[in-house]
Antibody
């Protein structure tokens, strides 16, 4: 069974930093693109970032480019998102999402972790 | 960036009746490999999203056959043949053709 468990969310002041982690199990982690998607309170889904199975390629939404960094450790089956220079508009539930191996898209989602940026 | 536009944004439906949601992309989602990477997701209240349909019309594992997808190029549709109470939630289209992988605004399906 595919499992994605996020951690690291919490309350942070504007301008601060936070590191999210996602522990993956139930599949061959090193074979899949991985993504972060966020959802502001009462709002829709927004794609944030993705990383290639071997970590060699990363892509970001314009809204987080230069502030967020995605990384992975295939030996530990973990996905991270380092978030710097946080703004109020970054407040959201952040989901760890598995990319599909057979087509370009996503399939399994974690339960999410809440990040609140507020003074 | 590709903009995904869904209509309607809200859809009140009677139990047992069909429902239909449209998604239009600002440019063709046809990839150079010949596939079109348009997906539909369902988000029930208080739950993370769940994949329903991928590559326009392929149902994901465990998805009931009352859900179907169709379309091509820039125009896509999700249909529910007979709405059940468990179908209440928000439905999103999403493209995987190239980053950024944008979502539609979401369509809230509710029971009349």
């Amino acid at each position: 069974e595919v499992q994605l468990v996020e951690s690291g969310g919490g309350l942070v002041q504007p301008g601060g930093s936070l590191r999210l982690s996602c522990a993956a199990s139930g599949f061959t982690f090193s074979s899949h693109w991985m993504h972060w998607v966020r959802q502001g309170p009462g709002k829709g889904l927004v794609w944030v970032s993705e990383i290639h199975p071997d970590g060699s390629i990363t892509n970001y939404a314009d809204s987080v480019k230069g502030r967020f960094a995605i990384s992975r450790d295939n030996a530990k089956s973990t996905l991270d998102l380092q978030m710097n220079s946080l703004r109020a508009e970054d407040t959201a539930v952040y989901y760890c999402v598995r990319g599909t191996s057979a087509w370009k898209g996503v399939d399994f989602w974690g339960q999410g972790t809440l990040v609140t940026v507020s003074s | 960036d590709i903009v995904m536009t869904q209509t309607p944004l809200s859809s009140p439906v009677t139990l047992g009746q069909p429902a239909s949601i449209s998604c239009r992309s600002s440019q063709s989602l046809l990839h150079s490999d010949g596939n079109t990477y348009l997906s539909w997701l369902q988000q029930r209240p208080g739950q993370p999203p769940r994949l329903l349909i991928y590559k326009i019309s392929s149902r994901f594992s465990g998805v009931p056959d009352r859900f179907s997808g169709s379309g091509a190029g820039t125009d896509f549709t999700l249909k529910i043949s007979r709405v059940e109470a468990e179908d209440v939630g928000v439905y999103y289209c999403m493209h995987g053709t190239q980053p950024p992988h944008t979502f539609g605004q979401g369509t809230k399906l509710e029971i009349k």
